[in-house]
């Protein structure tokens, strides 16, 4: 029979053991920090009803779906399934279908992976994990919910180990009041979205794009670059965005939700060098309609934001008549986990060892071995049990290389004593005690390791 050359897909992330350990650890910092701030754990199908998932797509969103082909009950073929492209989409339909269900704002976070049709190239996938939060109101949702939501991204990033790194804030009121003071309204969207282009494509080029393509006088171009270029403290950008006061509600209104949001994440705790109001973000979605935020890496500008999202007025407007207002972000965790490795940002001294432990039986009924395993495992420490017929070399080597810190080593003596040889592999120091006495050795160096951030600092 011939053999069939193993590969996997274009665009699909496939990881080694250790580096799978390092990307389970990051998912374990979100889901207890996003835990911290209350918010509930959600889990929807990969696989939804076409028609659900398109119900707000159609153009690009069609062009990048993956469809299910399928059979039905009667033996048909159905081909109305599709998987999802991101978690948003099936968080309207899972808050429209259980809306009596829930209290009211809802927070949940979800940790998945979602599927695009899209060319793969280097840190883009076609299959990858997004990590999302979102708070859903019923009818209404309390501004300081959007200063929350980047206090909980700050959180989030330092726990990874992360320092230098910005939150961008904007909202999105003060962009459309600002082009209606201009007599804009109706090319404001297309506005936006070419200013949201500026770190990719620079100043001039935009310049180009809102007189050659959105055909607006050089006046106006020049205007909207004066305005997006304000910078400086937040209390500078602030205060430079009073002299427009007074000319637009919606302006005023975006003004005071600005203010109250980086007023809130000073008292979240949020330091200012991590937080900055940039009145170039905007992003592209039409269905943000408040604040808006995206999150970058200082020292390295060309990965682009590793996390944003905004406030939304309607989460379900194509699936119910309520109005179901929120805010929320998404974290790509395959292409962050893809540029901290590629740019060597990953601990190496980080705990990825798949156990504590290895027990090594030294007589050949293991009944004692496994029973020593056992206790361990109850005493909450991850512990393997060799029991292949190697040389005692090959045994320690096994250890060393999975990078698991103890052998534990049982024989005849042991067992008769009821002690136990502990043998740490890093120092190389070894030492026979009691159970209770190697248990509470292998905590204490555990607990060290577990300090470690994941990410080199």
């Not at 999105?172 to 600002?178: C, D, E, T, V, Y």
């Not at 080029?205 to 004066?226: C, M, N, W």
């Amino acid at each position: 029979m011939a053999k069939q050359k193993p590969r996997t897909l274009s665009g699909f992330m496939e990881l080694l053991p250790a580096p799978q350990q390092q990307m389970e650890r990051i998912m374990a910092v979100l889901r207890e920090t996003y835990a911290l701030y209350g918010f509930t754990p959600l889990d929807t199908p990969i696989v939804e009803d076409a028609q659900v998932l398109l119900a707000k797509g159609g153009g690009e969103t069609e062009k990048q779906i993956y469809a299910v082909s399928n059979y039905n009950e009667g033996g048909g073929k159905d081909g109305g399934f599709a998987m999802r492209f991101d978690l948003t989409v099936p968080l309207a339909k899972y808050v429209a279908m259980h809306y009596g269900q829930l209290t009211f704002p809802f927070r949940r976070y979800q940790i998945g992976k979602v599927y695009r049709g899209e060319r793969p190239q280097r840190g883009r996938f076609r299959e990858f994990y997004q990590a999302d939060i979102d708070i859903i109101g019923d009818g209404k949702l309390d501004i300081a919910n959007e200063a929350e939501i980047p206090s909980i991204i700050y959180q989030t990033f330092t726990r990874l180990g992360l320092k230098r790194f910005q939150i961008r804030v904007n909202n999105r009121k003060i962009l459309s009041g600002f082009y209606a003071i201009l007599g804009l309204t109706e090319k404001s969207q297309d506005i936006m979205r070419t200013v949201d282009k500026l770190d990719k494509i620079g100043s001039e080029k935009v310049g180009e794009i809102l007189t050659d393509d959105l055909a607006l006088t050089q006046e106006a171009a020049e205007e909207i670059l004066r305005f997006i270029a304000i910078k400086g403290s937040n209390t500078q950008v602030l205060t430079a965005l009073e002299g427009y006061l007074g000319r637009s509600d919606l302006f005023d209104q975006g003004y005071r939700e600005l203010s109250t949001v980086a007023s809130y994440l000073t008292a979240f705790g949020v330091p200012e060098e991590n937080f900055a109001i940039d009145l170039t973000i905007a992003r592209g979605l039409d269905y943000y309609t408040g604040t808006v935020y995206e999150t970058t890496l200082l020292d390295y500008p060309q990965v682009g934001s590793v996390c944003s999202g905004g406030r939304y007025d309607n989460l379900a407007e194509y699936y119910t008549e309520k109005q179901l207002p929120g805010v929320g972000i998404s974290i790509g965790l395959t292409r962050l986990f893809f540029v901290l490795e590629d740019e060597g940002l990953l601990n190496p001294a980080a705990n990825t060892a798949p156990a504590d432990v290895l027990i090594i039986p030294m007589t050949e009924d293991l009944s004692a071995a496994i029973s020593l395993a056992t206790r361990f495992r109850g005493a909450g420490i991850r512990t393997q049990l060799y029991t292949e017929q190697k040389k005692f070399k090959q045994k320690i080597a096994y250890a060393a290389k999975l990078g698991i810190p103890f052998a534990v080593f049982l024989g005849e003596d042991e067992i008769a004593s009821d002690t136990v040889t502990v043998k740490n592999l890093e120092k190389g120091e070894q030492a026979t005690v009691s159970f209770d006495q190697a248990a509470e050795t292998v905590r204490a160096v555990l607990e060290e390791k577990e300090k470690v951030s994941i990410i080199l600092e």
